[in-house]
């Protein structure tokens, strides 16, 4: 068929497997979307929108483990992500009393000025957010034009937004500190800490190591004033710095 035939009109709607429609449901809907059709018998089959776009899903494959994150996908590209996440949390706090940061579901953490986030949901599909403009130029894995400490946090914010693992950018940042710390500005390292701490509460491991080396170091107002520029989108940070 020539290409003449068509028209640039198309419309393409994710499908995506429902391990639970109960929990499905409940998560979504608690976000503010819409549920235009919904079936259990003789198969599963849910239609939900929020806004201008539409999610669906189908049975789940037999065997299909949640918990492995690797159920299906969808992009979805909006001119700012900033008021999405927003919204998204203030549902959360409002119906939970906590923005679910960790299992499933949950939300993975924004930092002003990123160009993504990603919502999974209780069937281990990711949702994921961008904004339409994010640069094409995006490393994954951090800049090659950084050294040391300063490109171990670069690949932790990769690891962070882009690929959502924070396993991972937890434990590059702890060997990154090891190997790295005693030689990197100070700042660097208090940034590193609390990204660090951040990363342990997120994961339920122990804090304890990583404040008390914050609090050992020896951090100017100014150094403060950068890592609160920088890391202000963390709850805890003021606390953490006191």
């Known amino acids: 068929m020539s290409e003449t035939a068509f028209q640039p009109n198309e419309t393409t709607v994710p499908l995506m497997p429902c391990a639970s429609v109960e929990d499905t449901l409940a998560f979504y809907e608690a976000l503010g979307f819409e549920v235009t059709y919904k079936q259990s018998k003789p198969y599963v089959y849910l239609a939900l929108r929020l806004s201008g776009f539409q999610l669906h899903f189908g049975p789940a494959p037999k065997g299909l483990d949640p918990a492995q994150e690797g159920s299906g996908a969808c992009l979805v590209m909006v001119d700012a992500v900033a008021p999405y996440h927003a919204a998204f949390v203030a549902a959360m706090r409002r119906v ?24 999974m949901d209780p069937s281990g599909n990711s949702i994921i957010f961008i904004q339409r403009d994010e640069p094409a130029e995006v490393e994954y894995g951090g800049s090659k034009k950084l050294t040391g ?3 171990a946090l670069d690949n932790a914010r990769i690891l962070r937004e882009f690929k959502n693992d924070d396993l991972q950018a937890f434990r590059a940042l702890k060997s990154a500190v090891r190997k790295h710390g005693a030689e990197a500005p100070v700042v660097e390292r208090g940034i590193a800490l609390c990204h660090l701490i951040d990363l342990a509460t997120v994961l339920g491991e122990s804090t304890d190591p990583w404040a008390a080396d914050l609090r050992a170091l020896e951090l100017t107002p100014d150094d403060r004033q950068r890592i609160e ?4 989108h963390l709850p805890g940070l003021r606390e953490w710095l006191t």
């Open 149 to 151: 400490l300063a490109r």
């Open 96 to 119: 939970h009393g906590k923005v679910l940061s960790s299992g499933l579901p949950r939300i993975t953490r924004y930092r002003p000025g990123a160009s993504r986030f990603t919502l």
């Open 229 to 232: 520029s920088e890391l202000g």
